[in-house]
């Protein structure tokens, strides 16, 4: 029986360790992980997602996104013999996108978010009072691995002017009902995670890994 590759792509600056949890059945699944790169100088969404391509070695893969990786992998789709795309914790079009995102694209404040203190998430946690802020960058210091400031810049821009407008009605959107990143009140058709958050691919993992094989045969 020939195995299904299902590729993983991370959130925004995220590492492919936030799939340490994640398991298929190895009989019928082989995972594999890819990374963010730099983009370069004034590099389209759509040519990133070129790029990536080549570190993809199979045909007929299964693609699976979370948040902005989600958004990234529904691009690469594109050039790519695809078995299925699954995003998680993302969006499908740009009708999507939280209000404030909205905001922020036609407003272009977002050009002044300080994505420098990114790279020293250390002197974040110093100034960070109350357990659950300090979890949290815990979590962050674990696993962000992109924090270059030029990286940053370039995805905050990326997601907020994507240009999808249409959703493709083949992506399978998983997502949960408290993510605060993207509300679910925005989102159109996809599978509930009862309680999943944005970081739910971290702490909704049981479900996920129970119900993500039957997703992909399906």
């Known amino acids: 029986?020939?195995?299904?590759?299902?590729?993983f792509m991370p959130g925004m600056a995220a590492s492919s360790s936030i799939f340490e949890r994640i398991k298929l059945?190895?009989?019928q699944f082989e995972m594999h992980f890819l990374e963010w790169v730099l983009p370069e100088k004034n590099e389209t969404l759509v040519d990133y997602a070129k790029r990536m391509c080549q570190n993809i070695k199979h045909e007929d893969i299964v693609l699976i996104g979370v948040s902005f990786g989600g958004v990234l992998v529904?691009?690469?789709?594109?050039?790519?013999k695809v078995r299925k795309t699954i995003i998680i914790s993302s969006v499908k079009s740009n009708k999507e996108l939280p209000s404030r995102m909205k905001i922020a694209r036609i407003t272009k404040i977002y050009k002044l978010v300080p994505t420098s203190?990114?790279?020293?998430v250390e002197v974040l946690?110093?100034?960070?009072?109350?357990?659950?802020?300090?979890?949290?960058l815990e979590l962050y210091?674990?696993?962000?691995?992109?924090?270059?400031?030029?990286?940053?810049?370039w995805a905050i821009d990326q997601i907020l002017n994507w240009g999808r407008v249409e959703a493709d009605p083949r992506v399978i959107?998983?997502?949960?009902?408290?993510?605060?990143v993207f509300p679910v009140k925005n989102i159109k058709e996809y599978i509930k995670v009862e309680g999943g958050t944005h970081i739910m691919i971290i702490n909704k993992y049981r479900w996920i890994n129970a119900n993500l094989p039957q997703i992909i045969l399906n």
């Open 173 to 180: 959107h998983i997502h949960g009902d408290a993510d605060e």
């Open 25 to 27: 059945p190895e009989e």
């Open 125 to 136: 946690a110093k100034y960070a009072f109350g357990d659950v802020i300090k979890k949290r």
């Open 117 to 120: 203190l990114a790279q020293n």
């Open 74 to 80: 529904q691009e690469m789709a594109q050039f790519l």
């Open 141 to 153: 210091e674990k696993f962000l691995s992109m924090r270059e400031k030029s990286y940053l810049d």
């Open 1 to 7: 029986m020939c195995k299904i590759h299902v590729y």
